[in-house]
């Protein structure tokens, strides 16, 4: 059963730091692109950056450039986000996407239609 399980989500005050990981069982990272997406309280979803299955190509939401960083370590098929500089209106569920990529692909996106597989979600709260 393929399944993505996210950690790392808390409580943290304006301009603090937090890492996400975003950990697969039942299938190997390798061949997966993965997006991380959030979604606010009555808000739509959104992309918030993406990385190749490779690693060789990312890509991060305007806001979110300068400030948060994807990686990927397919020895321990886990994708993270660093986030850093956090903001209050970075508040929401974040999740993380998978999306299988053809051989030689250097594909990733920030669309929710373009993901197969998601995790459950881990909530983000910036607050003093």
């Known amino acids: 059963q393929l399944q993505l399980v996210e950690s790392g989500g808390g409580l943290v005050q304006p301009g603090g730091s937090l890492r996400l990981s975003c950990a697969a069982s039942?299938?190997?990272?390798?061949?997966?692109?993965i997006g991380w997406f959030r979604q606010a309280p009555g808000k739509e979803r959104e992309g918030v950056s993406c990385?190749?299955?490779?690693?060789?190509?990312?890509n991060y939401a305007d806001s979110m450039k300068g400030r948060f960083t994807i990686s990927r370590d397919n020895a321990k098929n886990t994708v993270y986000l660093q986030m850093n500089s956090l903001k209050p209106e970075d508040t929401a569920v974040y999740y993380c996407?998978?999306?299988?990529?053809?051989?030689?692909?250097?594909?990733?996106?920030?669309?929710?239609?373009?993901?197969?597989?998601w995790g459950q979600g881990t909530q983000v709260t910036v607050s003093s």
């Open positions: 990385i190749s299955k490779s690693g060789g190509r990312t």
């Open positions: 996407a998978a999306k299988a990529s053809r051989a030689g692909s250097s594909w990733c996106g920030t669309r929710t239609y373009e993901y197969d597989y």
């Open positions: 039942g299938f190997t990272l390798d061949y997966y692109a």
